[in-house]
C-alpha cells in the first residue's frame, strides 16, 4: 500500500496504473475508520482493479468550529486498517493542499435537495461536502466511488452533483454497517461517554420499530412517536424525524407505495448522530 500526501505525487502514482483495463475505485474518508468504511474499501476491491482511499477532515464542510476541532484523527490506525483490507494507494493531504488559495469560493446550487433536514440544521454543510468530494474527484478521475447509506442526503447530493458536473464517475451506495447492538456504525461514537453509548441504540431500535408502525399508524402520529421515544430516553434530544420521498427528499404528507425513507438526527450529549431506514 502507498500513502501520498500531495496531488502530484498521487496523481503520477495513479497515471502509472491506468490503461485501457483498468479501473480505479475510490472511497472518500475523514478517516477515525471503522468496520463501515472498510465494507466501502470491501465493495470497491470486489468491482475495481484499484483501490484507493482518501483521508481529510474537510473544513469546509463543518459549520461547527468546535466540532471540526473534536473531529477525532487515528491516522496511524487508520493506515493499518487499510493495508489489511487491502486497500492500494491511500491520500492523506493537508489542508493547505486541498485548498492552496486558502478558500473554496464555488456555490453549488442543488434545489431543494440541500434545504431540508440536515441542509436545514448545518447550513453550508452539503456546499462544503461538494466542494471537497468535486477536488477529490479531479485528482483521483476514478471509475466508480463509494458512499456509505448512513449518510443518505449526502449520497443524494453527490449523485445530483455528478449529473451536474458531467463527471464520469458511477457513486455506489453501500448500506449501512450497525453495532451488534444496532447503533449505526459513526467516527463520532468513539466520542460517545459510557452512558450515552449504552442508550444511544435506542435510535436504531426506534426506526426499527417504527417500520413495523406503518400499516397500523398515521404518518404524523408515527413521526411523533418516534421522537416521544427517543426524547423519552435519558440524554437523548431529537433534532430532526421526517419522512421523506427517496428520490427528491422532500416531507411526505402521507404514506405512498413508492418508497420512502425515514431520517433521524439526534443529539447523544454534544455529540451528533444520524440514522436512517427505508420505510
Not at 483521483?140 to 443524494?156: I, M, S
Not at 447530493?157 to 450497525?178: E, S
Not at 444511544?200 to 417504527?210: G, K, N
Not at 418516534?226 to 423519552?232: A, K, L, M, P, R
Given at each position: 500500500?502507498?500513502?501520498?500526501?500531495?496531488?502530484?505525487?498521487?496523481?503520477?502514482?495513479?497515471?502509472?496504473?491506468?490503461?485501457?483495463r483498468t479501473s480505479i475505485g475510490f472511497a472518500p474518508t475523514m478517516g477515525a475508520l471503522h468496520a463501515g468504511h472498510l465494507s466501502l474499501v470491501e465493495q470497491c476491491r470486489k468491482e475495481?482493479?484499484?483501490?484507493?482511499?482518501?483521508?481529510?477532515?474537510?473544513?469546509?464542510?463543518?459549520?461547527?468550529?468546535?466540532?471540526?476541532?473534536?473531529?477525532?484523527?487515528?491516522?496511524?490506525?487508520?493506515?493499518?486498517?487499510?493495508?489489511?483490507?487491502?486497500?492500494?494507494?491511500?491520500?492523506?493531504?493537508?489542508?493547505?493542499e486541498m485548498y492552496p488559495d486558502g478558500d473554496d469560493a464555488r456555490v453549488f446550487d442543488f434545489g431543494l435537495l440541500?434545504?431540508?433536514?440536515?441542509?436545514?440544521?448545518?447550513?453550508?454543510?452539503?456546499?462544503?461536502?461538494?466542494?471537497?468530494?468535486?477536488?477529490?474527484?479531479?485528482?483521483?478521475?476514478?471509475?466508480?466511488?463509494?458512499?456509505?447509506?448512513?449518510?443518505?442526503?449526502?449520497?443524494?447530493?453527490?449523485?445530483?452533483?455528478?449529473?451536474?458536473?458531467?463527471?464520469?464517475?458511477?457513486?455506489?451506495?453501500?448500506?449501512?454497517?450497525?453495532?451488534?447492538?444496532?447503533?449505526?456504525?459513526?467516527?463520532?461514537?468513539?466520542?460517545?461517554?459510557?452512558?450515552?453509548?449504552?442508550?444511544?441504540?435506542?435510535?436504531?431500535?426506534?426506526?426499527?420499530?417504527?417500520?413495523?408502525?406503518?400499516?397500523?399508524?398515521?404518518?404524523?402520529?408515527?413521526?411523533?412517536?418516534?421522537?416521544?421515544?427517543?426524547?423519552?430516553?435519558?440524554?437523548?434530544?431529537?433534532?430532526?424525524?421526517?419522512?421523506?420521498?427517496?428520490?427528491?427528499?422532500?416531507?411526505?404528507?402521507?404514506?405512498?407505495?413508492?418508497?420512502?425513507?425515514?431520517?433521524?438526527?439526534?443529539?447523544?450529549?454534544?455529540?451528533?448522530?444520524?440514522?436512517?431506514?427505508?420505510?
Amino acid at each position: 500500500m502507498k500513502v501520498f500526501e500531495t496531488k502530484n505525487a498521487l496523481t503520477q502514482a495513479l497515471d502509472s496504473y491506468r490503461n485501457g483495463r483498468t479501473s480505479i475505485g475510490f472511497a472518500p474518508t475523514m478517516g477515525a475508520l471503522h468496520a463501515g468504511h472498510l465494507s466501502l474499501v470491501e465493495q470497491c476491491r470486489k468491482e475495481n482493479h484499484i483501490v484507493v482511499v482518501s483521508i481529510f477532515v474537510n473544513p469546509t464542510q463543518f459549520n461547527d468550529r468546535s466540532d471540526l476541532d473534536n473531529y477525532p484523527r487515528t491516522l496511524e490506525e487508520d493506515l493499518k486498517m487499510l493495508a489489511a483490507a487491502g486497500c492500494d494507494v491511500v491520500f492523506t493531504p493537508s489542508a493547505e493542499e486541498m485548498y492552496p488559495d486558502g478558500d473554496d469560493a464555488r456555490v453549488f446550487d442543488f434545489g431543494l435537495l440541500d434545504k431540508v433536514m440536515e441542509g436545514a440544521f448545518r447550513p453550508g454543510h452539503f456546499n462544503g461536502v461538494a466542494q471537497i468530494v468535486s477536488r477529490l474527484f479531479d485528482v483521483v478521475q476514478p471509475y466508480r466511488a463509494y458512499f456509505g447509506e448512513k449518510d443518505f442526503q449526502q449520497l443524494a447530493i453527490i449523485r445530483r452533483m455528478v449529473a451536474m458536473m458531467n463527471y464520469p464517475v458511477q457513486i455506489a451506495g453501500c448500506p449501512i454497517v450497525r453495532e451488534t447492538d444496532g447503533l449505526a456504525m459513526s467516527s463520532r461514537n468513539a466520542l460517545l461517554a459510557s452512558e450515552q453509548r449504552k442508550n444511544a441504540p435506542v435510535i436504531a431500535r426506534t426506526l426499527f420499530a417504527c417500520k413495523e408502525k406503518t400499516d397500523v399508524m398515521p404518518l404524523d402520529e408515527l413521526k411523533a412517536w418516534v421522537v416521544e421515544q427517543i426524547d423519552g430516553t435519558p440524554g437523548l434530544r431529537t433534532e430532526y424525524f421526517d419522512v421523506v420521498d427517496r428520490h427528491t427528499l422532500q416531507t411526505v404528507a402521507e404514506y405512498k407505495k413508492e418508497a420512502l425513507q425515514g431520517c433521524i438526527a439526534v443529539y447523544a450529549g454534544a455529540v451528533r448522530l444520524i440514522d436512517n431506514i427505508r420505510l
